[in-house]
């Protein structure tokens, strides 16, 4: 199997700069070389931060982008995000009950686990009990098999960021909560600047 993970496009309105660079032509060159070059790929992982700012034109102009591409793309928010932008701009993308951008997926090598770690207001990642509930009820009934889960905040790196005793909390409760369901392979993905930031708190 075959995906690509794409991450911090950092999307802003159409024709404005971002950083001195222009996102919108950096993503199109990106989505050509794929399509160029890896148009057999069973996934396209993007990832966030989707937007810089979180405004309505961006988030329109990466419903464009994607539209009819050949490769199914699967969206990830983040901190630069905003939920209900992301949203209002795919409404029918999935969610949990209780409105995170929270969905999984059986694929043929096992089951994919995306995982929303956004709260507003904070570049760290957030999980606590409600979405640690829906990343529990992801392993009932699917015996054992290979499972991935992405999300904001690496497990080991947390470990060595001194004081952040509720980050580490969090990832030994999620990993116990699929360990325990005796998983033949487990691999936790941590998201692009997530390496750089070893953050996350339990709210």
């Known amino acids: 199997m075959k995906f690509i993970h794409m991450s911090d496009i950092h999307l802003g309105e159409p024709g404005v700069m971002v950083e ?22 069973d996934r396209l992982i993007i990832t966030g ?8 034109g ?7 982008a994607i539209a009819g591409f050949p490769v199914p793309v699967r969206l990830m928010i983040g901190n630069h995000d905003d939920r209900a932008a992301f949203l209002r701009a795919f409404p029918e993308h999935p969610r949990d009950e209780n409105g995170f951008v929270n969905h999984a997926e059986d694929l043929a090598v096992g089951h994919f686990i995306y995982c929303d770690t956004v ?25 054992r098999i290979a499972l991935l889960v992405a999300a904001m905040g690496g497990p080991w790196l947390l470990l060595l960021e001194r004081g952040n ?39």
Not at 21 to 30: G, K, M, Y
Not at 58 to 64: D, H, S, V
Not at 125 to 142: I, K, N, Y
């Open 58 to 64: 961006a988030y329109a102009a990466l419903r464009e």
């Open 49 to 56: 931060d989707l937007t810089h700012w979180a405004g309505a």
């Open 20 to 41: 001195g660079l222009d996102p919108h032509i950096r993503l199109n060159r990106a989505l050509i070389h794929i399509v160029e070059n890896h148009a057999d790929a």
């Open 165 to 203: 005793i509720d980050a580490v909390l969090l990832w030994a409760a999620a990993l116990t909560v699929l360990l325990v369901r005796r998983w033949d392979t487990l691999a936790v993905w941590a998201i692009a600047a997530a390496l750089l930031w070893p953050m996350g708190t339990w709210k």
């Open 119 to 143: 709260a507003p207001e904070t570049h760290v990642g957030h999980f606590g009990p409600e979405r640690l509930a829906w990343l529990a009820r992801q392993s009932e009934g699917l015996g």
